[in-house]
């Protein structure tokens, strides 16, 4: 049942450009048709709407009594604002299709464990005396590993967020909130380096721009262009880099023996 009402999502959307320019437009009534459609197209299954006639009536009934132009509203939606995609048949949202795909792989790495566990207690059931006892030693063996290795997978994960959560402490404020911490991190679970993570928060105190908003921006356009590595970030900064100016010809650096080629000039006159 969780799973039919929930999807994870940015909590300060509304401060998206691309909100922003929506909500000038159709306000707060806009962003609310827009998680509607958002909602629409993860119970889909697909993370897609059809862009057909049928669909334009349906939602418009079910906005009941919404001033607002569904067909209009949606053409707006992917032709202005860049919110949704298009591939003329159907439209989606890139940033739901993103966090459907890691819970996607989540569910898929769950079902393996759950198929694994299952061999285990099939092959341990089967099993007697000398058998058995060898199962059960490797079960054992496999289970310490497995155990080892999560735990190891959450020691780093614990010492990632330890990290930015101290860049954060450092930067921003010492008591940054939980809800911050979580927006900040939540880059990790999208690909992000941490190294990344802590450029951003720096490059936002350089600024004097210590807040969350401004770092969750920078993560984000980082992102938009794919730039998930410290090696990615330093070959952007190169493309960014204005040319330098031409060196200018500095004529009082040469005044003084100007003047003496002058003077000599004179003498020989």
Known sequence: MKDAYYFSHDNNARNDLKIKAMMSKYGYEGYGIFWALVEMMHESGEGELPLEEYLYIALQQEF???????????DDCINVFKLFETDGENFWSNSLKRRMAIREKKREQARKAG?????VRKQRASATGVEQELNDRSTESNKGKERKEKGKEIKESNVSHKKIIDSLRKNVRADIRKDEIDLVTSWLDDG?????????IDQAAT????????????????????????????????????PEKEERFDFEKYKEEALRLVAKYDDAI
């Open 64 to 74: 009941n009594g919404s001033s607002t132009d569904v067909k209009q509203y949606i």
């Open 115 to 119: 198929k694994r566990s299952a061999e």
């Open 192 to 200: 992000m380096e941490i190294d990344v993570i802590i450029w951003a």
């Open 207 to 242: 600024n004097k721009k210590r807040n969350v908003q401004y770092i969750n921006g920078i993560l984000r356009n980082l992102h938009s262009e794919n730039v998930l590595t410290m090696e990615g970030v330093k070959e952007r900064d190169k493309s960014h880099k204005k």
